[in-house]
Nanobody
Framework: QVQLVESGGGLVQPGGSLRLSCAAS????????MGWYRQTPGKQRELVATITSGGSTTYADSVKGRFTFSRDNAKNTVYLQMNSLKPEDTAVYYC??????????WGQGTQVTVSS
């Protein structure tokens, strides 16, 4: 059974930090491009960052310089280090695994709330 399980979300004050994790099982993890998406009510799901099997990353302009995406293939896990968080970062964050746009899997999401 393919599973992507996110963790690490929570409530944080503006300027604070969180580290999200996504643990994958049931896939050959190393061949997948991994992504973090986020979604808030009334908005479409937004691509936050991607990372290739080789570790190359891309970031949405809104998070560039604040978020860092990494992967540990030995642990079948990816991480999103989020620093200098802003209220507009509040969203449900979803982990995604994609292979050639043929195999595509989603985690259940983890809530990140940035508020005073």
């Amino acid at each position: 059974q393919v599973q992507l399980v996110e963790s690490g979300g929570g409530l944080v004050q503006p300027g604070g930090s969180l580290r999200l994790s996504c643990a994958a099982s049931g896939i050959v993890f190393s061949v997948y491009v991994m992504g973090w998406y986020r979604q808030t009510p009334g908005k479409q799901r937004e691509l936050v960052a991607t990372i290739t099997s080789g570790g190359s990353t891309t970031y949405a302009d809104s998070v560039k310089g604040r978020f860092t995406f990494s992967r540990d293939n030995a642990k079948n896990t990816v991480y999103l280090q989020m620093n200098s968080l802003k209220p507009e970062d509040t969203a449900v964050y979803y982990c995604n695994a994609n292979r050639r746009n043929v195999s595509n899997f989603w985690g259940q999401g983890t809530q990140v709330t940035v508020s005073s």
